[in-house]
């Protein structure tokens, strides 16, 4: 799949998790969908839209897809696609302070979306290319498995510690 196809669907499911709870108040959609504004949450959603839409290219392209080497990059990618967002989500706070317009936060978050995406996806085109040895096949698919482990858990108890506070400065 073409990586801004791919970076399009991936926006448009990732904006589907974001508010499917809120609409539909499921308690199934819990693991997948956003149900508050926290980075966590924003995690969770870039993993598993990034997990969907490679189901759907997978669905998509089957004919084309060499099976070899078609999953570890793009699961690789699912895995490193939550944590390309914040790190670009960032650099707006890092560069200009925060933001006070709604509007310009909207349109920041959708570019920061978009751009997450389309480096996954410009990472996975790349290493789809190499050999990967057994043990990088190994260490993603168990990092896979952990992040499955990670969204699922943290979407029903969330952990003592934020992302940005001090550990030192918490009453436990």
């Known amino acids: 799949m073409r990586v801004l196809l791919k970076a399009t669907l991936y926006l448009i499911v990732f904006s589907v998790l974001h508010f499917a709870y809120e609409v539909l108040r499921w308690p199934l959609l819990i693991p997948f969908c956003g149900v508050d504004e926290s980075v966590f949450e924003h995690l969770k959603m870039g993993f598993w839209s990034y997990s969907i839409v490679n189901v759907i290219e997978y669905l998509l392209g089957r004919k084309k897809v060499q099976q070899g080497n078609f999953w570890q990059p793009r699961v690789l990618s699912a895995i490193l696609v939550p944590w390309f967002i914040v ?7 890092a560069l200009v302070g925060h933001i006070q317009s709604v509007a310009v936060e909207l349109i920041w978050a959708f570019a920061v979306t978009f ?5 996954g996806c410009s990472l996975e085109k790349n290493i789809q290319r190499v050999s990967l040895t057994k043990g990088i096949k190994i260490a993603v698919t168990v990092l896979y498995i952990l ?13 003592w510690i934020d992302l940005f506070i001090n550990p030192d400065n918490l009453q436990l």
């Not at 751009?115 to 480096?119: E, F, L, R, T, Y």
């Not at 992040?147 to 952990?159: E, L, N």
């Open 147 to 159: 992040s499955i482990v990670f969204y699922i858990r943290f979407s029903f108890t969330k952990p």
């Open 87 to 93: 790190i670009v989500w960032y650099m707006a706070p």
């Open 115 to 119: 751009i997450s995406a389309i480096i």
